[in-house]
């Protein structure tokens, strides 16, 4: 019997084996419409009871991305100005209001809402951060080169783009077309035995 549900080695291969982080970039736009055919396939795995806290501003215009220059770390700021789009993730404080919406057979909104503070922002930094993973391999899925970054002052990020408080920025991905050319050897994993047990 065929196992229907198995990816392909190239799908592999896209996914894990060839995806790189890419610092550099060919001078190609990425559309509206492949941005948004991004969020609707990274919004598709599994959240915490499908809560769905993750938001993005897909960062493109002149004017986004003087905006994050002095947000940035040294050493991603050419890299930043140069990709042809800046996806801040961020997770949404108040992701408990569409809760009605994401699981109509269930009335979450009053669990998370109850929650302490800290346990609503625990729950919500979790499952933005799996959709953080989701977003990147959606993104190579669809043919784009990602540039995931930490080296940035988040609390001038969510001054910059969410002053109202409601967004709190997790981590930027550097978006577009990547030059293979200019990539590094590809730094060494941790194998099998010296991360994982079988118990």
């Not at 990020?157 to 050319?181: E, I, Q």
Request: aromatic share 10%; charged share 25%.
């Amino acid at each position: 019997m065929t196992d229907t549900k198995k990816a392909s080695q190239a799908d592999i291969d896209l996914l894990f084996l060839d995806g790189r982080t890419h610092g550099q970039w060919l001078d190609r736009p990425v559309p509206d419409d492949l941005l948004r055919r991004l969020y609707e396939l990274a919004r598709m795995p599994p959240t915490s009871a499908n809560s769905q806290p993750m938001r993005v501003v897909f960062a493109r215009s002149v004017d986004a991305k003087e905006r994050l220059r002095p947000t940035l770390s040294a050493g991603n700021v050419d890299k930043t100005m140069k990709a042809p789009v800046t996806a801040i993730l961020a997770y949404d404080v108040d992701f408990p209001e569409k809760m009605p919406k994401l699981f109509p057979s269930f009335d979450w909104k009053p669990i998370f809402a109850g929650m302490t503070a800290s346990a609503r922002e625990r729950s919500a930094v979790h499952s933005s951060s799996l959709q953080a993973g989701y977003f990147i391999l959606a993104a190579r899925a669809l043919g784009l080169d990602c540039g995931p970054m930490g080296g940035f002052d988040s609390a001038k990020v969510d001054a910059a783009f969410f002053p109202d408080g409601k967004w709190k920025s997790t981590l930027l991905v550097n978006l577009g077309y990547g030059d293979a050319a200019k990539l590094h050897p590809r730094n060494p994993r941790l194998d099998f035995d010296e991360a994982c047990r079988i118990e």
